[in-house]
């Protein structure tokens, strides 16, 4: 039967659908292998937002944008239309950004620091955590239980409306603002929330969460978002450092657990996660019901699936982070904010891995209960985003050229926490076994924590996920967190646009460049350390946290002596071998009227000090509800950050706190030299408290516990002298005893000590080694981690250095002197003797005991500091002051 001429086809026609057929094959397979290049094996450097964008005659040409989230759409809680473009092949033009800046203003460039407030995770069934015995003072005792488990972690299926938008723009408003005036918490002025002494708490509705999200912090709104102190760059340009804290340690009273239970996500970020990227339609396959752009032909945008380690991305093994990075586009008109790419973050140790190693028993990274504040090592959290490598982006934030004339910022990062539920316990540890062995090492049950991932768990959703069933997989550690149990296989992270977040942090300058100051000229105290110089400019820096004035412990009473003491302090420190001195102002949560700025400079040089402008919340002892002092401990931690890759050995402590070289050394340069040649990393100072001699004191009565004018009770320092020279007296001979311990302060090798917490090297190399570490360098690993008495060494107080610790005693506190300083007087409980009576030629088996006035001998001086270094000390402040007297 022949065929009608309807159904027959010429060769060229034939040939025409056979090209058309080869046509959509090809267009289909490069469709595949763009999501799989781009997704699938990306490096750590690399934007998984890529840019389908080119260059043409130096400028961008925009091939494809999106709508991110606009009130068109009516799914974003900002107002107004937001567009956001990805580029590849960034460039940037100083000359180009200058002029948008000149004819737009700052206005049309500066984008203002937000935060996205996300609801609560639903990661726990309501009214199942058992929060322990919150009367038992004993922190490790009465504990409690985590609340039951939902497994696998619901989804987040919330959309961008559902977020919450604070805006910072008018109280950031450049990199000159910067770290004095991020989001941390209200500043100087009468708040309901207080920094010290707080007595309210915002579970109990008296403090309004939303009033402090807008006016001071969004934290206790949103308590997946860091607490973040400080942000700038690395010298290299190739990540971002965040500086934060763990604001849940701000409280620790009984009356504050609701608001302490809602915090723990601040710890849940301090804990690692896997990931790995996956396209859009594997992740509209996985969860339908997230919402989404509805980008349908964006095949290149990254996706995130929470995974075990073994399948996660090379550079997502262990991370928290979301990192979306986006720049100015200044070829438009006005200039428009574009995407540049995407990474995700990490941290410069394991916090998980190194509370593992702490100490022995059970010990969680958080309790039910609260009281967690021993475990001091987890106070300050520290992050990093890493740069794409997406063309001159890492080259511009290392030469610090983004940042324009006015200090307005080019480049800004958004920081989106990964949300799953906190880890407790040793046993829940997540951890790779080249870390800790193939098998968790058993632990002291003493929590009775141990059966935590199979009873305390409610199993919701598909019921088939059990657990891994890979016990023994690649990178699987047995006994471990289960993450299969836990997030189970189809836990796909929600857009950053639907997610909680830090949006439009600047980034800035590193610390080698320096900030400008409005007026474009050097800010006082900066020097370039960055740049053409060695990696380690200095030797020996301090790190040093102040203020103009404040009250001590408890608000007893004010001290305004920090002026005086500073200038003395700097000079002294300077003269004994301190490259460098970096002040940490916290002046301006005290008051808005006076800084330490016209005390610094221009007495000290730009070589000589740099002033940070800090001023951020502190918290105090000595009553039920301590919390910590966070503002000096992050004073510390960014100081560490920031500029310990800039020099050999570093401290941070007081103005009281006096570092004298001793025996045959007289710098303390020469000290660090020998620490460093012996092998020592950590050298510490064990601390007593001085108190003044009473030849440098006069008769004092302007207080309502000192007497009158015809009869004053008290003492204090007479005008004139030096605390160095007036506080040379110490109850305790050399060397001090264990107990001195207590108050240690230390000098440590920058590249040894990793975290420093006021009295401790928490964080060194040593505890970061790894089991197979260890075994490729054939040393013993053991769980529990000890310095030995080599690395972290006391120093010999008589040869080698001792600190002198001159805390200032106010006139009150030496009330009834007359008969509290009596030879043969039995001291009460803090109404002993505050003043000095030095025993001749430091001899206290003389059987001379007391003055001729019937005084007790009660302290000892350092000779090398009256006869050697206090003359020196009084050229130095001579000739200081004469070259200022120049100046003038």
């Not at 950031?172 to 207080?194: E, M, Q, T, W």
């Not at 189809?490 to 610390?511: K, Q, T, Y």
């Not at 003491?565 to 003269?575: C, D, Q, S």
């Not at 004073?635 to 103005?655: H, I, K, L, Q």
Request: net charge neutral; proline share 6%.
């Amino acid at each position: 039967m022949r065929a009608s001429s309807n159904d027959r086809r010429s060769p060229w026609q034939v040939c025409l659908l056979a090209v058309l057929l080869l046509w959509g094959a090809i267009n289909l397979y490069l469709t595949e292998m763009l999501s799989r290049y781009a997704f699938s094996n990306l490096p750590s450097s690399s934007s998984p937002a890529a840019a389908v964008a080119v260059k043409q005659n130096g400028e961008i040409e925009t091939i494809r944008h999106s709508r991110i989230a606009t009130d068109e759409a009516d799914d974003s809680p900002v107002s107004g239309e937001r567009r956001s473009w990805s580029v590849v092949g960034y460039s940037f033009d100083r000359t180009l950004a200058e002029a948008a800046l000149a004819e737009h203003g700052r206005d049309a460039i500066f984008q203002p620091l937000r935060a996205f407030v996300e609801g609560k995770l639903n990661d726990t069934v309501p009214g199942t955590v058992d929060r322990g015995n919150l009367d038992e003072k004993k922190p490790k005792v009465g504990v409690g239980k985590p609340g039951k488990f939902y497994v696998p972690l619901p989804l987040r299926e919330g959309s961008p409306k559902d977020l919450r938008m604070f805006e910072y723009g008018n109280r950031l408003k450049s990199c000159n603002d910067i770290p004095a005036k991020l989001p941390v918490d209200r500043g100087f002025g009468k708040h309901v929330a207080k920094n010290v002494n707080n007595k309210e708490t915002f579970s109990s509705g008296k403090l309004d969460v939303w009033e402090e999200a807008r006016e001071g912090c969004p934290v206790n709104a949103d308590p997946f978002l860091p607490w973040i102190h400080d942000v700038f760059p690395g010298k290299d340009g190739s990540a971002i450092h965040f500086i934060a804290q763990n604001k849940r340690r701000c409280n620790s009273g009984k009356l504050h657990w609701e608001d302490i239970h809602a915090l723990e996500p601040q710890v849940t970020i301090m804990q690692p996660v896997s990931v790995k990227r996956i396209n859009e339609s594997t992740a509209r396959k996985l969860a339908p019901k997230l919402w989404s752009n509805n980008d349908q032909n964006d095949v290149t945008k990254a996706r995130y699936l929470l995974a075990p380690h073994e399948e996660a991305d090379p550079d997502a093994k262990f991370t928290r982070f979301i990192c979306r990075f986006r720049a100015m586009n200044y070829t438009r008109s006005p200039p428009e904010l574009v995407n540049v790419g995407e990474s995700l973050s990490t941290y410069p140790y394991n916090y998980e891995f190194v509370n593992y190693r702490k100490e022995e028993g059970d010990l969680s990274m958080l309790t039910p209960k609260g009281k967690d504040n021993f475990m001091f090592w987890q106070a300050q959290l520290r992050f990093d985003c890493p740069v794409p490598d997406n063309g001159d982006l890492r080259s511009v934030i290392a030469s610090g050229r983004s940042v324009l004339s006015d200090g307005t910022p080019s480049i800004y990062v958004d920081v989106v926490p990964i949300r799953t539920a906190p880890r407790y316990g040793k046993r829940m540890s997540y951890f790779t076994p080249d870390m800790a062995g193939e098998t968790l090492e058993e632990v002291n049950d003493k929590f009775e924590w141990g059966d935590l991932m199979k009873t305390n768990i409610v199993r919701v959703g598909d019921d088939r996920i059990r657990s891994s069933g890979a016990e023994n997989a690649t990178r699987r550690m047995r006994g471990g967190f289960d993450p299969i149990l836990f997030w189970g296989r189809e836990h796909v992270i929600p857009e950053v646009d639907a997610s909680g977040r830090w949006e439009n942090l600047p980034v800035c300058n590193h610390p080698g460049v320096g900030y400008q100051t409005a007026t474009g000229l050097p800010a006082s105290g900066t020097h370039e350390v960055g740049a053409g110089h060695d990696v380690k400019q200095h030797k020996l820096i301090a790190c040093l946290w102040a203020s103009a004035s404040f009250t001590t412990r408890g608000n007893a009473q004010a001290v305004s002596d920090t002026t005086d003491r500073l200038v003395e302090w700097i000079e002294f420190h300077l003269l004994v071998g301190f490259d460098h001195i970096y002040v940490y102002d916290n002046t301006g949560a005290h008051t808005d009227k006076i800084s330490l700025e016209p005390t610094l400079f221009p007495r000290f040089m730009n070589t000589e000090v740099t002033r940070i402008d800090w001023v951020c919340n502190n918290n105090i002892p000595a009553h039920e509800n301590t919390g910590e002092r966070s503002s000096q401990y992050a004073a510390e931690n960014s100081c560490r950050a920031r500029y310990g890759p800039y020099t050999e050995w570093m401290a941070s402590f007081d103005t009281d706190e006096y570092m004298i070289p001793m025996g045959k050394y007289n710098s303390m340069r020469e000290v660090v030299d020998d620490a460093t040649e012996a092998g020592t990393q950590i050298l510490t100072f064990r601390s007593t408290r001085a108190v003044p001699i009473y030849s440098f004191m006069e008769p004092f009565h302007d207080h309502k516990e000192c007497g009158t004018a015809s009869d004053p009770g008290c003492l204090s320092v007479r005008e004139g002298s030096l605390f160095a020279e007036v506080y040379n007296c110490d109850f305790v001979k050399p060397p001090k005893p264990e107990w001195a311990e207590r108050a240690k302060k230390q000098l440590y090798r920058s590249a040894y000590v990793y975290a420093h917490y006021v009295h401790y090297a928490t964080v060194t190399a040593g505890l970061l080694q790894t089991k197979d570490e260890a075994k490729h360098l054939n040393k013993n690993w053991y769980r529990s981690f000890h310095e030995s008495q080599k690395v972290d060494k006391t120093v010999d107080e008589s040869h080698q250095a001792v600190m002198l610790h001159s805390k200032s005693i106010v006139p009150e506190y030496t009330t009834k002197w007359k008969v509290r300083c009596r030879e043969g007087h039995k001291p009460e409980h803090g109404k002993n003797c505050r003043v000095g009576f030095p025993w001749p030629q430091n001899n206290d088996k003389s059987q001379e005991t007391a003055t001729t006035d019937g005084f007790g001998y009660n302290c000892f001086t350092n000779e090398k500091l009256s006869d050697f270094w206090i003359p020196k000390l009084r050229d130095a402040m001579k000739k200081r002051n004469a070259r200022i007297k120049d100046l003038q």
